[in-house]
């Protein structure tokens, strides 16, 4: 039997994880073709509100019904925007281990969104969901993404080399088109006894509440 991670969402000091919704199409898009974006990930390039609407409607969800892992639109609880996107995926129910992925819309940058976001889903993953492990795959100039995971206490355990592909384009012509470049690839990862508090061991204020879509 396949496992899956529940229907949920995740509410933190000032930040809303939750599945994506059709209203959050237009911002999806427009996140997606983010030069950061497709720099750094493999999202379609260019990115259209089609393609937006496969994944909010179709691709997020079979993510969590098929067991892979789970896909959170990240919002901001005072304006309800979409400042983001954290998605578990790879996830081995036997290691108890997942994968972490994120983005942040280039506006909400810089406010610290990406490590909140991805704390707090990780707080959950080990607490609520009792995972032992989590993994980062950042490619090697990825500065901003190395950042993140060792802001949030991410180990890093090594390279992979020549594991990745990113997109690079002329600084001359930056509006030229993209080349497919190989990478290596730095592994992080993250166990419950890294975090600051572990899980189990809280005072009750474990910075995040997570909650099930039907209450
Ligand atoms: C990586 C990314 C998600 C960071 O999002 P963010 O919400 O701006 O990150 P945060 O604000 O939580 O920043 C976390 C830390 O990283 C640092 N940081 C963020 N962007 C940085 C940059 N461009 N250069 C150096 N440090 C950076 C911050 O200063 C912060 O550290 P501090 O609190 O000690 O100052 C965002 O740049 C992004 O969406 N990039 C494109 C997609 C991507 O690369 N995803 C990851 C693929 S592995």
Same mark, same amino acid.
Do not use: I, M, R, T
């Given at each position: 039997m396949t496992s899956t991670f529940p229907d949920i969402s995740i509410s933190t000091e000032r930040l809303v994880l939750r599945p994506y919704e059709e209203a959050d199409i237009p911002a999806l898009a427009e996140m997606m073709n983010d030069e950061l974006v497709t720099a750094w990930t493999?999202?379609?390039?260019?990115?259209t509100e089609d393609d937006a609407r496969a994944f909010a409607t179709r691709i997020a969800p079979a993510e969590r019904t098929e067991g892979r892992g789970i896909v959170f639109a990240v919002t901001e609880f005072l304006t309800q925007r979409l400042v983001g996107t954290v998605h578990l995926q790879n996830t081995d129910w036997r290691i108890r281990s997942s994968e972490i992925g994120y983005m942040t819309a280039p506006w909400a940058r810089g406010e610290g969104y990406a490590s909140e976001s991805v704390l707090a889903v990780t707080q959950w993953l080990f607490d !609520?969901?009792?995972?032992e492990r989590l993994e980062l795959r950042i490619a090697a100039d990825n500065t901003a993404s190395q950042q993140v995971a060792q802001k949030i206490g991410c180990i890093s355990e090594g390279v992979l080399r020549n594991a990745g592909i990113v997109r690079s384009r002329p600084e001359e012509d930056p509006g030229g088109r993209w080349a497919e470049i190989r990478t290596d690839l730095i592994v992080w990862s993250l166990l419950?006894?890294?975090?600051?508090v572990p899980p189990g061991r809280g005072?009750? !204020?474990?910075g995040y509440v997570a909650f099930a879509d039907w209450e």
């Open positions: 493999s999202v379609a390039q260019p990115y !609520d969901q009792k995972f419950p006894e890294d975090l600051d005072s009750g !204020d474990e």
